[in-house]
């Protein structure tokens, strides 16, 4: 198990992250693994409640507007 850290292998597991997700998800995939590695801790050390969330922002969708369908004229 002592081989798996190896720089090589490390390298190639970063190539492949990079590759699943690409360049502009790695900055929130690595803050939200971040903040979670925190939390852990802090629930380990048996510290205070954790500080609320900020609130998330959802984007609103434009409303969907039923289809069109052809009237059929008689």
Do not use: W, Y
């Amino acid at each position: 198990m002592g081989d798996l850290f190896q720089p090589t292998h490390l390298l190639v597991l970063g190539v492949v992250v990079f590759l699943l997700f690409g360049a502009k998800r790695l900055p929130e995939l690595g803050k939200g693994l971040g903040e979670g590695l925190k939390g852990f801790k802090d629930g380990i050390k048996g510290g205070s409640d954790p500080a609320p969330a900020p609130p998330v922002q959802q984007q609103n969708a434009a409303p969907q507007q039923p289809s069109a369908t052809p009237v059929e004229q008689k």
